[in-house]
């Protein structure tokens, strides 16, 4: 069955220190592969996709993501941790098809992100 | 482009009322998504769209449905509220079409309460 682990419910970094945010997956098909993030009380935006390529991505904000697949993980990483990136971060996987096969978007539980001053 | 537009951002209902949260996208989109957000469960898929007239139920569809007369919208229903169904709600929208592109686009959400 396809899933998304995230096995970090909260993580406290202090500003500037570097991060990292673990995902795992299960899934079938060749996996496209994204991270979300959410402020609170604000909808989702994605911060960067995998699909195919080099497999360390480069997002918005100063994020990246390295795909791994002998380790089936695509975890997030950022040098320097700034007070703003305080939020919660999804994990998400999906797989390419046809416009008539639906793929759905399987997600995890979140990590929230506490910043330090 | 306002993106994914929901409304209303804010609702309390009593038990065994029902409404309609609304969701549009101007992005034409094909695919449309509806998901439920309880607090450190993720988000989990109700219904999703893959174009007008076509819908088709998720992981947690009970209690509520759908429909899909344009592109554009994608409203959900809930006919009796249930205490189970205070969550928040996001609309999200994708697709395979725009330049290689997929990933979903969200709404800013709608925070349920029913008492």
């Known amino acids: 069955a396809q899933s998304v682990t995230q096995p970090d419910i909260h993580i406290t970094v202090s500003e500037g220190a570097s991060l990292e945010l673990r995902c795992n997956y299960s899934?079938?098909?060749?996996?496209?592969l994204f991270w979300y993030v959410q402020s609170p009380g604000q909808g989702l935006q994605l911060l960067l996709k995998?699909?195919?390529?080099?497999?360390l991505v480069q997002g918005i904000k100063g994020f990246e993501a390295e795909f791994k697949r002998s380790q089936s993980s695509f975890n997030l990483r950022k040098p320097s941790v700034h007070w703003s990136d305080a939020a919660e971060y999804f994990c998400?996987?999906?797989?390419?098809?046809?416009?008539?096969?639906?793929?759905?978007?399987?997600f995890g539980s979140g990590t929230k992100l506490n910043v330090k001053p | 482009n306002a993106g994914v537009t929901q409304t209303p951002k804010f609702r309390i209902l009593k038990i065994g009322q029902s409404m309609t949260l609304q969701c549009t996208q101007d992005m034409n989109h094909n695919y449309m998504y509806w998901y439920r957000q309880d607090p450190g469960m993720g988000l989990k898929l109700i219904y999703y769209s893959v174009g007008a007239g076509i819908t088709d139920k998720g992981e947690v569809p009970n209690g509520y449905n759908v429909s899909r007369s344009t592109t554009e919208d994608f409203p959900l229903r809930l006919e009796l509220a249930a205490p189970s169904q205070t969550s928040v709600y996001f609309c999200?929208?994708?697709?395979?079409?725009?330049?290689?592109?997929?990933?979903?686009?969200f709404g800013p959400g709608t925070r349920l309460t029913v008492t």
């Open positions: 999200a929208s994708s697709s395979l079409m725009t330049g290689g592109t997929y990933e979903q686009y």
């Open positions: 899934y079938g098909a060749t996996p496209y």
């Open positions: 995998y699909f195919s390529g080099d497999t």
């Open positions: 998400a996987v999906g797989a390419a098809g046809s416009l008539y096969n639906f793929n759905k978007f399987y």
